[in-house]
């Protein structure tokens, strides 16, 4: 689909989408339009979302009936890595005013159930209507791990469309000189024969480079490696993978490049239907694999079991509800989950680290693999370094007096708290919980039995090798 930006406003004057819509008790972000907004938006669309730029206005984002969530949420976060500072690019490591530009123009991604209902809409009352917009169809939108995203039988157009809206409102007016460098790699292409444009009736010469650009961002970042047609890009690019460009179009890749990272950095869900292995590390014999080499931040959804492999990449990482298995693969690897260290369960059994959510429903069980940073929502934890802790201290609140000795039979004998430390309950050292660690606690502390064994006085480590284990250093000894 070419270019479809439009500046709207006409006889529904300042009726546009308000900025304060509230979307943050939504746990997706994604909310049912509410009644205040103006009927010509409600008439055709269901639901909303948005980004807040740093100008403390928004970028809009409509759904019609037939966007999934997942596809709302999909077209957000990638336009929200598009607005992205890129550390180190010539136009991209401070993107505040190409965000505020957007949110200045009420840019909006008004995402239709088809080319035919976007047609009706824009055709009648929406056509009035005070915003800037491009459009994107469900029937034009794929996300990780569906079936067209495994099998590559229908081409996403969810990048394309995204950053048409950023370069028309947001790169236009701000960085002229980038799209001037746009503009001079769209002509060089054209006059080397490696980008064929539709004639000028269909694609006006003033829209060549945001159709240019967007062919450069898609055949680098995968999308087109498997070309199912065997067209090129849609027939217009000669190339189709990320070698070929180059070595073909260096100038191309070089002025994507000055906006752009290297790497597909938007945090991207897997569709909650997924129940087997979703892999970023390239693998011949997987076809999807041409597209997910290139991604980095990457999440399952729902609550089938399923894993989840990086790459050599510093991957970000998340599973799901259900019990996963996350491979980090090469780099310097993250795994996020949803609440803070103290409510989940750390071990380690001959090399895999097993963190378990002691909240029902919500993270599961997951065995990690190469993976050298566990984020909590209060701290990060380094699961290779041996955790701190103080012996007997079971309720870790920093002294070890009769509240531990109750803490730890409270635990084996009445379902009492979870320690967030075994090994602090662990108390005469023996590599087991059990009835003698309370026991031990109670003749230390009142019949002058035996102090417990190191680490104590102070916090410290122990020198036993995973029983019964303790990955996350206790609160007290931080």
């Not at 990048?159 to 370069?167: C, G, P, T």
Request: glycine residues 10%; proline residues 5%.
């Amino acid at each position: 689909m070419f270019l479809v930006l439009v500046l709207l406003g006409g006889a529904l004057g300042a009726q546009n989408l308000p900025d304060d819509i509230d979307i943050t008790q939504s746990p997706d972000g994604i909310v049912a339009l509410p009644a205040r907004v103006h009927s010509v938006f409600r008439s055709t669309f269901d639901r909303y979302t948005k980004i807040i730029a740093p100008n403390g206005g928004a970028i809009h984002f409509l759904l019609q009936s037939q966007v999934t969530n997942e596809m709302g949420v999909r077209a957000r976060e990638i336009l929200r890595f598009y607005i992205t500072d890129a550390p180190g690019s010539e136009f991209g490591a401070d993107k505040t005013a190409v965000a505020n530009s957007m949110a200045n123009l009420d840019a909006t991604l008004v995402y239709f159930n088809s080319e035919s209902a976007a047609e009706r809409a824009i055709e009648g009352r929406l056509g009035k209507a005070d915003l800037f917009f491009q459009d994107l169809y469900a029937s034009e939108s794929v996300v990780e791990g569906s079936r067209d995203y495994v099998n590559n039988t229908l081409r996403d157009a969810t990048l394309e469309e995204v950053f048409h809206l950023v370069h028309g409102a947001g790169i236009q007016p701000t960085l002229p000189a980038f799209h001037s460098r746009i503009t001079a790699a769209t002509n060089a292409a054209i006059a080397a024969g490696i980008y064929d444009p539709p004639p000028s009736r269909e694609l006006p010469r003033a829209d060549r480079p945001f159709e240019y650009i967007i062919s450069i961002i898609d055949v680098y970042y995968g999308m087109w490696a498997h070309d199912r047609d065997g067209d090129s890009f849609g027939g217009e690019y000669r190339y189709n993978t990320r070698a070929e460009i180059e070595a073909g179009d260096p100038s191309g890749v070089a002025a994507m490049l000055a906006f752009l990272p290297p790497y597909l950095e938007a945090s991207l869900t897997v569709t909650g239907s997924w129940n087997s292995e979703f892999t970023l590390t390239r693998n011949p014999a997987v076809p999807y694999t041409h597209k997910s080499q290139y991604l980095t931040n990457v999440r399952l959804s729902g609550t089938r079991n399923a894993s989840l492999t990086g790459n050599s990449l510093d991957n970000t990482l998340a599973g799901n509800s259900g019990n996963n298995r996350i491979d980090g693969g090469g780099g310097m690897d993250s795994v996020l989950f949803s609440g803070q260290s103290s409510e989940y369960a750390v071990t380690t059994r001959a090399g895999v680290i097993e963190v378990s959510d002691t909240v029902r429903g919500r993270d599961g069980t997951d065995r990690l693999s190469a993976v050298e940073r566990l984020v909590f929502t209060d701290r990060v934890v380094d699961p290779t370094a041996a955790a701190i802790f103080l012996r007997g201290d079971g309720n870790d609140d920093g002294t070890i007096d009769l509240t531990d000795g109750v803490y730890i039979l409270n635990y084996l004998f009445l379902g009492g708290d979870s320690p967030g430390c075994m090994d602090s309950v662990d108390a005469d050292d023996n590599g087991l919980v059990q009835l003698t660690d309370g026991v031990f606690i109670l003749n230390f502390l009142f019949l002058g039995g035996a102090v417990p064994p190191a680490p104590y006085p102070g916090c410290g480590t122990d020198d036993r090798d995973g029983t019964p284990g303790c990955k996350l250093p206790a609160g007290n000894c931080e």
